[in-house]
């Protein structure tokens, strides 16, 4: 085995951190879950504008701990969002060498050998993620998406490259002062970072593997942020134009009790979130 390789392999049996960007049960753009941040119970902890973000409960879940899903309209100066996952602890998992990282795809086809080369038993939890990983990087593109899986940094550049052209640039979520302060509130200043791009969620895996996509009719916007102790950031968030291809039962259209295709949704992305714009 490549020593490169040895060296991000989990002890054998040990459980992979979940520190990636995507929930490790997501199954796509088209999940039920695609996107959805924390629900919980505790009903003190909703945000302020709830009407925005969808009310109290909507059939078992309960937006109470980060802002879920809202309307564009909302991205106003003084608008409240708790923002938890903004806040989370960065996964410092580093891309392997181009060579190495094309050497087993990430496929449904090679998931028995990946395991193996892990060294995870397939009734694991660190199995669950990777097999998760795998299935999003070999689902099928959605209506107007085009997607790749990059594990090297040659193939997250060139694939950025060959969707938007040489002339990008890349955009991250940025905080001033680390804080523990999820609440936040919108600044002035929101500001559109273009109409085409490419956006890179860090999946759950032993070594960094992004899932990126480009999505017809989104608008990305990059929204300064002041919380409560007065910590600056700046948050990079996502408007979905058309979603008349998303599932009747996202949660999203629970959450704002409208229906496929009607208006914009938008979401915040998360912490290890990447996304390449036209420069």
């Known amino acids: 085995m490549p020593k490169s390789l040895q060296a991000v392999l989990p002890i054998p049996g040990e459980s992979i951190s979940f520190k990636g960007d995507a929930d490790p049960f997501n199954k796509g ?35 109470t701990k980060e802002t879920i899903y809202f309307f564009e309209d909302t991205l106003l100066p003084g608008t409240k969002v708790y923002l938890h996952r903004l806040l989370q602890e960065s996964d ?22 990946i395991l193996k080369k892990f060294s995870l038993k397939p009734e694991s939890k660190g199995a669950s993620y990777v ?3 795998v299935k999003n990087c070999d689902r099928p593109e959605m209506r107007g998406e085009t997607k790749y899986c990059a594990a090297s940094l040659e193939t997250f550049v060139d694939s950025g490259v060959s969707i938007l052209g040489k002339n990008i640039k890349l955009l991250s979520n940025e905080i001033g002062d680390e804080t523990k302060n999820p609440s936040f509130k919108i600044g002035n200043g929101v500001r559109t970072v273009g109409g085409k791009e ?3 969620h860090k999946m759950t895996y032993p070594h960094a593997v992004y899932l990126c996509h480009s999505v017809e009719g989104t608008e990305v916007y990059q929204v300064p942020l002041v919380s409560g102790d007065g910590t600056k950031a700046k948050a990079m968030v996502v ?11 996202h949660i999203a259209f629970k959450i704002l009790k409208v229906k496929p295709g ?11 979130t990447l996304v390449w714009v036209s420069n």
Do not use: M
């Open 29 to 63: 753009v088209n999940d039920l879950e695609f996107g959805a941040y924390s629900y919980g119970d505790d009903s003190d902890n909703i945000p302020a504008n709830r009407k925005a973000l969808g009310g109290k409960s909507i059939n078992d879940y309960t937006a």
């Open 262 to 272: 009607t208006v914009p949704i938008c979401h915040f992305l998360g912490r290890d």
């Open 198 to 200: 490419v956006i890179c």
């Open 239 to 249: 408007c979905h134009k058309d979603t008349s291809a998303w599932s009747h039962n």
């Open 131 to 133: 097999r998760n990983t």
């Open 92 to 113: 410092t998992t580093k891309f392997l060498p181009q060579q190495i990282a094309e050497s087993t795809p990430l496929t449904n086809d090679e998931l028995s050998e």
